[in-house]
């Protein structure tokens, strides 16, 4: 297997109360922000205008995003294939949806002047599907953590382990969350799709290392359990890095190049790509010698 770094010998246990640290900032840092700014919710969960209109002559979805954008309005586009209609969703209250419409048209017009458009309809988005997914998603959560718990506790014939595994990936969730939060990204249905991506990433990741410590707790049974899981962190750290940088090589260029579109969705998993890198090394074997070392 191609070696991204050479043999290592890092004593991440004996760093393990400074990796506690950074991770519990990270993850204040968020809840303040929730705290005092609160989520930036979009259309799904806070409900708003919808727009449809239809132009006369062809126009692409970034032409009508652009327009939209400069005369002041954030909202989502999104396109009818083979019929040049768009939606425009927008955030807002009930009562402003013929204030919000008007607005989108006047500035499609002075954007578009020499092309004609009809509006095919105008209505109010409510909520109750965004709710109903997000409860959905929420039970499907805690479902799927309550299974990598049993799954881990039965393959490697201890609880602590899956427990372990869940609070990682819990991290990585919460501090991408609260990022998305300081930076003031809208958090849609897309985003949440990004999260439970990134929850099953870390968990692949952490049971990998795992693995590799129960094979040394085979092959050296007298060894203590800080140094096997120091020898177990080097050993797959090669592995880990290339696994990652590829994962981040392929977010970063969505980030840096996908467009307005996935811009957020890139975002969410570029930091949760890095943080399911860091809790995996630094969260997650740390809280297992943490448990075992004081429970002996």
Known sequence: MMNLVRKTNIDFIAKRYVFFAVSGLAIAAGIVSVGFKGANL????????????????????????KTV?????????QTFTGR????????GRQENVNEIADKVLRGLKAGMPGNAFIEERRDYVG????????????????LSLFGIIIYVAFRFSNPVWGAAGVLALLHDV????????????????????ALLTIAGYSINDTIVIFDRMRENIKKFPKMRLGELVNVSLNETL?????TN??????????????GDVINNFAFAMLVGSICGTYSTIAIATPLVYQWEYKNK
């Open 69 to 77: 954008k400069d005369a002041g309005i954030e909202a989502g586009i």
């Open 84 to 91: 040049n209609a768009f939606g425009i969703k927008v955030k």
């Open 245 to 258: 940088a590829t994962v981040l090589g392929v977010v970063a260029i969505l980030f840096f190049f996908g």
């Open 127 to 142: 909520p109750v599907v965004g709710r109903d997914l997000s409860k959905k998603a929420l039970f499907a959560i805690i």
């Open 42 to 65: 979009g259309l799904d969960f806070t409900g708003g205008t919808l727009l449809q209109v239809k132009f006369e002559t062809p126009v692409t979805i970034a032409e009508v995003r």
């Open 238 to 242: 090669s592995r880990t890095l290339i």
């Open 174 to 193: 919460f501090v991408t969350f609260g990022a998305m939060s300081i930076t003031n990204r809208e958090v849609d249905l897309v985003v949440v799709a």
